[in-house]
């Protein structure tokens, strides 16, 4: 039994993980309907900052997500301004086949050029928050994952808020809906999606400070998380930024408890066949309103 | 006076492909260092893939980026046929094409419901989830496969074996190669190119006007998986090994793509012309650079999707087309002025 319990608390901080790196993406895809692909390898590149910034400065790792966030808020904005806002511009659709494909290339461009800078072995750094645990009736928390957790709820409350309550997140919901018309309602569109990305973006920075006592950084980081991303996304509703949580934290536990119960193999297959099972059964995620 | 203008309009493009075809038939006898050989034939391969792609991605205009799953279950199936001691690895490479087929059917339906980049997220589902069983176990249905490390297969040099040294690799792929141009000839030009097309524009506006939209995505994802699959016996059977790491990558699915669009995705050449190009830079910045700046190449890639998808999002065969055609413009209008003045 203590066992099921360890396991239960692993998949949920290990979900509130993953969260924080999809709350990002599910402002990117969810509320713009733009599809970042090199959403893995961009966490990736936080997490490289992250560590590089803590080998050299010996830093605190929450003192580095204050570095590593804003860097990542401002790459996100010129991303957006310079390499997507004009795809989205041109195109009709509401989502643009050639965000994906340029994303799809900036993760062929940072993967490889990863590789080539620092090689494929993996990074690690020791920081105060490395190995450490709460001890509870025999249980052990991991204090950075729980840290992690936190934050993850703390970035899903804040951004939900924001979309909900302050005029530049309802312009954002409003813009998603339909560009033309808010464009004539006097929103200024380019600047609001240069806004969101780069929010996004800081989340991954974010994610990247929280991740860096925890994992080892690798080129093939990003491989491993991008898709791992984009499944809780869907999972958890486009638009829907709660749903990403709630993604989140059903693959944490669907990871740990299949790891603990099969093997972790087994759980990446899980994972996967429930990610096909939702497109197929409802396409807009377990918490979508909307069927279209 | 009829007869020869339709003669200017279509023979230098037919004395240009007969030209290319008989260059790349000559090609091992005029270039014989195996090194050479061997990127030429990696290069085609590459070739013939994105245009096996081009059918589902190109014409359908569906991005079926999990497609490289085809390429693993052809390989796969064709090695495992020989190994246990079912038969030739031809008779398996048929028989993955057709495995592979069955697969696609199954799983294209329910993703097919989905749209744009649903859909493509799917296919690469489909693709981890094959991958992952392929690593996690040892053996398939009672055979082995050794997890990860993958398959060597015994050389013997025999062409029953599927083993022809690098000069009949060259021939067949360049035949397969050939062949797959013209079945994509033969469907752009046919009714179901045109659906496809009309599909790929507007997919409610074809279901509208009677397109039976979901046989003809089926139809196209069928003919691309077969030939996916081809490809992936052969190209094993030339490397000596199959591993998950190899045909199942990810990012072999995802270069099929970017050559075929850099390419231009849904015409005839553009797939070959992309493949052709980016492989030929590869791999001659991978030699004169050395491995430890292959990746640097492989990053090139991704800038060159990035600056295609932006300014020339027809991809790099109608950038050449409208560049001839301004030429050609700019020529007829000289001539035209000229023929006014000599009529003045």
Same mark, same amino acid.
């Given at each position: 039994?203590?066992?099921?319990?360890?396991?239960?608390?692993?998949?949920?901080?290990?979900?509130?993980?993953?969260?924080?790196?999809?709350?990002?993406?599910?402002?990117?895809?969810?509320?713009?309907?733009?599809?970042?692909?090199?959403?893995?390898?961009?966490?990736?590149?936080?997490?490289?900052?992250?560590?590089?910034?803590?080998?050299?400065?010996?830093?605190?790792?929450?003192?580095?997500?204050?570095?590593?966030?804003?860097?990542?808020?401002?790459?996100? %904005?010129?991303?957006?301004?310079?390499?997507?806002?004009?795809?989205?511009?041109?195109?009709?659709?509401?989502? /643009?086949?050639?965000?994906?494909?340029?994303?799809?290339?900036?993760?062929?461009?940072?993967?490889?050029?990863?590789?080539?800078?620092?090689?494929?072995?993996?990074?690690?750094?020791?920081? /105060?928050?490395?190995?450490?645990?709460?001890?509870?009736?025999?249980? %052990?928390?991991?204090? /950075?994952?729980?840290?992690?957790?936190?934050?993850?709820?703390?970035?899903?409350?804040?951004?939900?808020?924001?979309?909900?309550?302050?005029?530049?997140?309802?312009?954002?919901?409003?813009?998603?809906?339909?560009?033309?018309?808010?464009?004539?309602?006097?929103?200024?569109?380019?600047?609001?999606?240069?806004?969101?990305?780069?929010?996004?973006?800081?989340?991954?920075? +974010?994610?990247?400070?929280?991740?860096? /006592?925890?994992?080892?950084?690798?080129?093939?980081?990003?491989?491993?998380?991008?898709?791992?991303?984009?499944?809780? +996304?869907?999972?958890?509703?486009?638009?829907?930024?709660?749903?990403?949580?709630?993604?989140?934290?059903?693959?944490?536990?669907?990871?740990? %408890?299949?790891?603990?119960?099969?093997?972790?193999?087994?759980?990446?297959?899980? +994972? %996967?066949?429930?990610?096909?099972?939702?497109?197929?059964?409802?396409?807009?995620?377990?918490?979508?309103?909307?069927?279209? | 006076?009829?007869?020869?203008?339709?003669?200017?309009?279509?023979?230098?493009?037919?004395?240009?492909?007969?030209?290319?075809?008989?260059?790349?038939?000559?090609?091992?006898?005029?270039?014989?260092?195996?090194?050479?050989?061997?990127?030429?034939?990696?290069? &085609?391969?590459?070739?013939?893939?994105?245009?096996?792609?081009?059918?589902?991605?190109?014409?359908?205009?569906?991005?079926?980026?999990?497609?490289?799953?085809?390429?693993?279950?052809?390989?796969?199936?064709?090695?495992?046929?020989?190994?246990?001691?079912?038969?030739?690895?031809?008779?398996?490479?048929?028989?993955?094409?057709?495995?592979?087929? $069955?697969?696609?059917?199954? !799983?294209?339906?329910?993703?097919?419901?989905?749209?744009?980049?649903?859909?493509?997220?799917?296919?690469?589902?489909?693709?981890? !989830?094959?991958?992952?069983?392929?690593?996690?176990?040892?053996?398939?249905?009672? $055979?082995?496969?050794?997890?990860?490390?993958?398959?060597?297969?015994?050389?013997?040099?025999?062409?029953?074996?599927?083993?022809?040294?690098?000069?009949?690799?060259?021939?067949?792929?360049?035949?397969?190669?050939?062949?797959?141009?013209?079945?994509?000839?033969?469907?752009?030009?046919?009714? $179901?190119?045109?659906? &496809?097309?009309?599909?790929?524009?507007?997919?409610?506006?074809?279901?509208?006007?009677?397109?039976?939209?979901?046989?003809?995505?089926? $139809?196209?994802?069928?003919?691309?998986?077969?030939?996916?699959?081809?490809?992936?016996?052969?190209?094993?059977?030339?490397?000596?090994?199959?591993?998950?790491?190899?045909?199942?990558?990810?990012?072999?699915?995802?270069?099929?793509?970017?050559?075929?669009?850099?390419?231009?995705?849904?015409?005839?050449?553009?797939?070959?012309?992309?493949? &052709?190009?980016?492989?030929?830079?590869?791999?001659?910045?991978?030699?004169?650079?050395?491995?430890?700046?292959?990746?640097?190449?492989?990053?090139?890639?991704?800038?060159?999707?990035?600056?295609?998808?932006?300014?020339?999002?027809?991809?790099?065969?109608?950038?050449?087309?409208?560049?001839?055609?301004?030429?050609?413009?700019?020529?007829?209008?000289?001539?035209?002025?000229?023929?006014?003045?000599?009529?003045?």
């Amino acid at each position: 039994m203590a066992i099921f319990f360890q396991a239960l608390i692993d998949g949920l901080l290990t979900g509130g993980i993953y969260a924080c790196v999809a709350v990002g993406l599910s402002l990117s895809f969810g509320v713009m309907r733009l599809f970042n692909w090199a959403q893995g390898d961009l966490l990736m590149m936080a997490l490289y900052m992250a560590i590089f910034l803590i080998q050299g400065t010996g830093i605190h790792p929450l003192v580095s997500i204050l570095v590593v966030g804003p860097v990542m808020f401002v790459i996100g %904005f010129f991303v957006q301004k310079f390499l997507l806002n004009p795809l989205v511009i041109r195109a009709k659709e509401r989502e /643009p086949l050639s965000v994906l494909l340029t994303t799809a290339g900036m993760s062929f461009v940072l993967s490889n050029l990863a590789t080539f800078l620092f090689t494929s072995n993996s990074q690690s750094v020791t920081t /105060p928050l490395t190995g450490r645990s709460i001890n509870i009736a025999s249980m %052990f928390i991991s204090t /950075p994952k729980l840290i992690a957790f936190v934050v993850a709820l703390g970035l899903t409350f804040g951004i939900q808020l924001f979309l909900q309550k302050a005029e530049w997140g309802r312009a954002l919901r409003a813009t998603s809906q339909d560009r033309e018309v808010a464009q004539l309602m006097g929103m200024n569109n380019k600047l609001l999606y240069c806004l969101a990305q780069a929010i996004g973006f800081a989340c991954l920075g +974010v994610a990247g400070g929280l991740m860096s /006592p925890i994992y080892a950084v690798s080129p093939s980081t990003g491989a491993t998380f991008g898709f791992k991303t984009l499944t809780i +996304v869907v999972l958890g509703g486009k638009g829907s930024v709660p749903g990403a949580l709630l993604g989140g934290i059903i693959v944490g536990l669907v990871e740990s %408890f299949g790891g603990f119960l099969f093997s972790s193999l087994y759980a990446q297959i899980i +994972v %996967f066949a429930i990610f096909a099972l939702v497109l197929f059964l409802k396409p807009n995620g377990l918490l979508s309103k909307d069927r279209g | 006076m009829s007869k020869t203008l339709l003669k200017d309009k279509i023979a230098p493009k037919h004395i240009l492909v007969l030209a290319l075809l008989v260059l790349a038939f000559l090609f091992p006898q005029i270039v014989t260092q195996p090194y050479f050989i061997q990127i030429a034939i990696t290069v &085609l391969i590459y070739c013939y893939w994105s245009s096996a792609w081009n059918i589902i991605g190109g014409y359908a205009g569906q991005f079926a980026l999990g497609n490289g799953v085809y390429i693993g279950i052809g390989a796969y199936v064709a090695v495992l046929f020989h190994q246990e001691g079912f038969g030739s690895p031809w008779i398996g490479m048929v028989l993955g094409g057709v495995i592979s087929v $069955m697969f696609a059917f199954i !799983i294209s339906k329910p993703c097919f419901k989905l749209r744009g980049t649903y859909f493509s997220l799917a296919t690469v589902a489909f693709l981890h !989830i094959v991958r992952y069983i392929i690593l996690g176990f040892n053996s398939i249905f009672g $055979m082995e496969t050794n997890g990860g490390m993958g398959i060597m297969i015994p050389y013997t040099g025999r062409w029953q074996d599927m083993q022809f040294g690098k000069e009949g690799f060259y021939y067949v792929i360049l035949v397969m190669l050939v062949l797959i141009l013209v079945v994509s000839n033969v469907i752009r030009t046919s009714k $179901m190119g045109y659906y &496809l097309s009309a599909i790929k524009t507007n997919q409610g506006a074809a279901s509208t006007i009677g397109i039976n939209v979901p046989k003809y995505k089926m $139809m196209a994802q069928c003919i691309s998986a077969f030939c996916l699959a081809l490809g992936g016996a052969v190209y094993v059977h030339f490397l000596l090994n199959v591993s998950p790491y190899d045909v199942f990558g990810y990012d072999l699915s995802l270069e099929i793509m970017i050559y075929c669009v850099i390419g231009g995705s849904g015409t005839l050449w553009g797939p070959v012309f992309g493949a &052709l190009v980016l492989g030929i830079i590869n791999e001659t910045l991978r030699v004169q650079l050395g491995s430890d700046i292959a990746p640097l190449a492989s990053a090139f890639y991704g800038v060159a999707l990035i600056l295609i998808v932006r300014f020339a999002p027809g991809g790099l065969y109608q950038l050449g087309q409208m560049l001839i055609n301004k030429i050609k413009g700019s020529l007829g209008k000289k001539k035209s002025e000229t023929k006014e003045v000599s009529v003045q």
